[in-house]
């Protein structure tokens, strides 16, 4: 960006004037070759040659530099608005972790008192060692679950630290992944504004500019000289004033040539927005299907599944406790564990779906 700038500053500006030294009419054949007095038209000159190139061809020099400047700041604001995304992944991927971690946690306390039944029963006489046995083992399974969700915690929270220096510590509240804070039609009908294409417009700008610079080289440029001759003692010296200009006679191979080449750079760019804008509609209404999607499955844990499970398990466990088989409680309690873990997974995807829709458009991204 501060390099864009530097050179925005100097654009347009006229080039560095040129100091001259030199001979002129040196004779080199006799009469008189190689002597500086034998000519009276013989002087050693000094001068300055200044280059004007046209006003046109300064301005389209300012006019690109200024989209230059431009594009690096929509691709800092991209930068930016990808930071604080992969920054949001990160806190997300560490909830998510506390999430799992607590689901399968809050089983913890029905594995023991299973396995302090099955003791009792064994005590007692009415149950088996297979059953104890059974019971201590879905209590260590679970343990190593627990375990393991408390590796993939530390190692989310380091991920997390890594974005905010210090350590996260526990989380507080979250946001609220079930509402956007944006209207889904309004993320669909302003893909221009979004943090993946904001470089387009730029990009373009460049492009355009780049287009007439290439056309304001069909303009002449000029050119301005001075110089001072000093000639043999007893001879006056003379000053000499030049004022050149360039002729663009034979554009059709030099000009004509370069024109045609930004025109089509500028043309792909115009082709390229187009299809980036068009991906990137379609990748918005993916995210937004799939986030409502999981909206759903979310609801149907929480409202039927989930409860279900519960329901299940505990019965399964209060037969156990009333003499009956403990097969049932394993089967029941399995299948929710696996059911918590789904539940997890489906929190963690739709929460991902949920920053990557709400960090779109930058001027309103949540904090």
Not at 97 to 117: C, K, S, T
Not at 282 to 287: G, H, L, M, N, Y
Request: glycine residues 6%.
């Amino acid at each position: 960006m501060a390099a864009t700038r530097e050179e925005a500053a100097r654009a347009g500006q006229l080039p560095d004037p040129t100091l001259t030294f030199g001979l002129s009419n040196y004779p080199v054949t006799s009469p008189g070759a190689f002597s500086l007095r034998s000519d009276e038209m013989t002087a050693r000159t000094v001068g300055v040659m200044q280059a004007i190139p046209s006003r046109t061809a300064r301005r389209a020099e300012r006019a690109l530099a200024s989209a230059r400047v431009d594009a690096a700041q929509a691709d800092s604001v991209v930068a930016a608005q990808g930071v604080r995304e992969r920054i949001a992944d990160a806190w997300i991927d560490v909830w998510a972790a506390e999430q799992q971690h607590a689901l399968l946690l809050g089983l913890h306390d029905e594995a023991a008192l299973a396995w302090r039944i099955a003791q009792a029963r064994l005590r007692g006489g009415e149950g088996s060692a297979v059953d104890a046995l059974a019971a201590r083992a879905e209590m260590a399974t679970l343990d190593n679950r627990i375990e393991a969700a408390e590796v993939d915690l530390a190692a989310a929270q380091a991920g997390l630290q890594r974005w905010l220096g210090t350590s996260p510590g526990a989380l507080a509240a979250t946001q609220d992944f079930s509402r956007l804070p944006v209207d889904a039609d309004r993320l669909v009908s302003t893909v221009d504004r979004q943090a993946p294409l904001q470089a387009w417009a730029a990009r373009e700008q460049v492009a355009q500019a780049a287009l007439e610079q290439a056309r304001a080289a069909r303009h002449p440029d000029w050119s301005v000289s001075a110089s001072y001759g000093r000639r043999a003692p007893g001879l006056s010296d003379m000053v000499m004033l030049e004022v050149g200009v360039s002729l663009p006679l034979f554009t059709r191979n030099r000009q004509d040539r370069g024109i045609s080449a930004r025109q089509a750079q500028w043309d792909a760019v115009q082709a390229d927005r187009e299809d980036a804008r068009r991906a990137q509609r379609e990748v918005v209404t993916r995210a937004l299907a799939a986030w409502q999607g999981w909206g759903r499955q979310i609801a149907r844990y929480q409202q039927t599944l989930l409860p279900l499970a519960r329901d299940r398990a505990q019965t399964a466990l209060a037969g156990y406790r009333g003499s009956g088989s403990l097969q049932p409680w394993l089967d029941a309690r399995r299948a929710e564990i696996e059911l918590r873990l789904g539940y997890a997974d489906a929190l963690a995807a739709r929460a991902r779906l949920w920053a990557s829709l709400a960090y779109l458009l930058p001027s309103e991204t949540t904090p």
